[in-house]
C-alpha cells in the first residue's frame, strides 16, 4: 500500500502593508465621523441652552403677569418694606422653582452693610455659596470649573448703561429699554444709586414683543446675586465709541487683551454687557414673547439697537447716530435682518 501524505494547511497572517491600509481606511473613517458626532454635540448643547433661556424668560413673564410691570434690572422688590435693592434675577426665583432661596434673601436684616457682600452682591446668609449654584442658570457650553457660586450666563435687556444716578441733562427714558434702575435710595447715603424708578409693563412694550429682546447670553456675566447693571444685564451703546470699543459692544465681539472665560474677569466694564456665546455663529436670545431665537453675531448694530428698545415713542433716537431722529423712530425691523 503507497504511503498517505498529509497535507499542511498553515494560516497566512496580515502582511504589514495590509495592516497600515486597514488602519488608514479606520482613521479616515474616524475623521470623518468626529465632526459629525461634535457637531450633534454642540447642537445638544444649544437646544439645552435655548431650552434654559427659554424657561428664565417665562419666570420674567410670570413675574411680569403677577406684578402687573416687569422688574428692574435691580430694585427693592425683594420684600416690600426693605430698602436694599435686590437683582431681577433674585426677584423671578419664585417663578423659577427658587423659593427657598428667595426666602431666605428675604430674611436679610436692614442695614445695607449686611445686605451687600463682594462685588456688590447681596450677602447670602450662611456665607455658603454652593447653596445658590444653579446649572439651569448656566449655559452647557460655559460652565464654570466648579460649582461654587451663583455664576449666570443670561443677562436681561437693560437698554442703554445710565450714569449712577442719571443726570438732568442725560434722562433715563422709558423705552430705551426693558428693565432700568428701580431701586430706592439707602438711609443717609451721600451718594445716592437711585434710580429714576421707571418701570415698563406689558402695555408700554409697543415695539412687538417678539421683535424685543428679554435675555441673551453672555459669556462674561457675573454673579445672578450681583446688582451692577454690567454684570447681568445686555445693553445699547450710543455713537462715539472708539474703534476697538465698537467691535467689543457688537454681538460675540471679543478683547482678546481682556477676555478670560470662567471665572470670568471680575473688572468686566459696560462695553462688554453684550450677547456673546460660544455658539457658532451667534447667541440665543429670548424674546418678550416667550420664544426663543438665534440672534446672528453679524447683525447690524442699529438692528441690535432697535431689537433693545421697546417703544420708539419714548427713546433717546438721537443717540443712534442717524441725523434725522425721524429715521430712528420710524425705523421697522424685518426678521430677516437678525435670524
Given at each position: ?14 502582511t ?13 473613517l ?52 426693605n ?30 452693610a ?76 451721600s ?71 470662567y ?6 466694564n459696560?462695553?462688554?454687557?453684550r ?65
Open positions: 500500500m503507497a504511503p498517505t501524505t498529509k497535507r499542511r494547511s498553515s494560516a497566512r497572517g496580515f504589514l502593508v495590509e495592516l497600515l491600509v486597514v488602519i488608514t481606511i479606520i482613521g479616515m474616524m475623521s470623518l465621523l468626529l465632526p459629525a458626532i461634535n457637531a450633534a454635540q454642540a447642537t445638544a448643547r444649544q437646544r439645552v441652552c435655548q431650552s434654559q433661556i427659554r424657561d428664565l424668560a417665562l419666570a420674567v413673564i410670570g413675574y411680569a403677569s403677577a406684578k402687573s410691570k416687569y422688574p428692574g434690572y435691580r430694585g427693592n422688590q425683594l420684600r416690600e418694606r430698602v436694599f435693592d435686590a437683582p431681577w434675577t433674585v426677584m423671578v426665583l419664585p417663578y423659577k422653582e427658587g423659593q427657598g432661596i428667595y426666602e431666605r434673601f428675604q430674611n436679610l436684616t436692614n442695614q445695607p449686611a445686605n451687600v457682600g463682594p462685588n456688590s452682591q447681596l450677602a447670602w446668609p450662611g456665607g455658603n455659596t454652593e447653596e445658590l449654584y444653579r446649572a439651569d442658570f448656566i449655559c452647557p457650553d460655559n460652565l464654570p470649573n466648579r460649582p461654587d457660586n451663583a455664576w449666570t450666563s443670561y443677562c436681561i435687556n437693560s437698554g442703554r448703561p445710565m450714569p449712577v444716578p442719571p443726570t438732568g441733562n442725560n434722562p433715563e427714558k422709558r423705552g430705551d429699554g426693558l428693565c432700568h434702575d428701580t431701586a430706592s435710595p439707602q438711609p443717609g447715603a451718594n445716592s444709586r437711585q434710580g429714576q424708578r421707571i418701570f415698563n409693563t406689558p402695555d408700554t412694550v409697543t415695539d412687538g414683543k417678539s421683535q424685543t429682546i428679554l435675555l441673551a447670553e453672555n459669556i462674561q456675566a457675573q454673579f445672578y446675586t450681583d446688582r451692577d447693571q454690567k454684570y447681568h444685564t445686555i445693553m445699547w451703546h450710543p455713537r462715539g465709541g472708539t474703534a476697538q470699543q465698537e467691535a467689543l459692544r457688537k454681538v460675540n465681539g471679543r478683547d482678546p487683551a481682556r477676555y478670560t472665560p471665572p470670568p474677569d471680575l473688572a468686566i459696560d462695553d462688554e454687557a450677547p456673546s456665546g460660544y455658539h457658532a455663529g451667534g447667541v440665543n436670545i429670548a424674546t418678550l414673547d416667550g420664544s426663543t431665537q438665534f440672534l446672528r453675531e453679524d447683525v447690524d448694530y442699529e438692528v441690535y439697537r432697535h431689537l433693545l428698545t421697546v417703544s420708539n415713542q419714548d427713546m433717546s433716537a438721537d443717540l443712534f447716530g442717524d441725523t434725522n431722529a425721524n429715521n430712528v423712530l420710524n425705523r421697522v425691523i424685518s426678521d430677516g435682518e437678525f435670524r
